[in-house]
């Protein structure tokens, strides 16, 4: 990852109510969840949420699809694992334990 690209990431999550949002779609990967159901569990409206969505859009950290009448929306977990090298790039002056990837201990099984 770039880090031009590194910090349109970190700057779209350093929002509050992006940062909610994004998170509440980490933990609903790998479904998702539809717009309106984001904007009610923020309590947020429902045209402010979706600014909000197009910033996290545009740094690549969510993806949509239309699903009938609503748009679902979805952490991209690849993006945040790229990010997460990025940070951790140098730990540990560059041993194998910071290349790995970060994020290979999440295991998204859906929910019961």
């Known amino acids: 990852m770039e880090t031009e690209t590194a910090l349109a990431c970190l700057a779209a999550l350093a929002q509050p109510t992006r940062l909610e949002a994004f998170r509440l779609l980490v933990r609903h990967e790998p479904k998702g969840l539809p717009a309106g159901d984001v904007a009610r569990a923020l309590c947020v409206p429902q045209n402010t949420l979706s600014a909000h969505l197009n910033v996290l859009s545009q740094a690549k950290l ?51």
Do not use: W
């Open 62 to 112: 969510v993806v949509s699809a239309r699903n009938g009448r609503s748009i679902v929306y979805r952490a991209d977990l690849s993006r945040l694992d790229a990010l997460a090298r990025f940070l951790a790039e140098d730990c540990c002056g560059g041993a194998a334990c910071a290349t790995a990837d970060a994020l290979t201990h999440i295991k998204c099984e859906p929910r019961q």
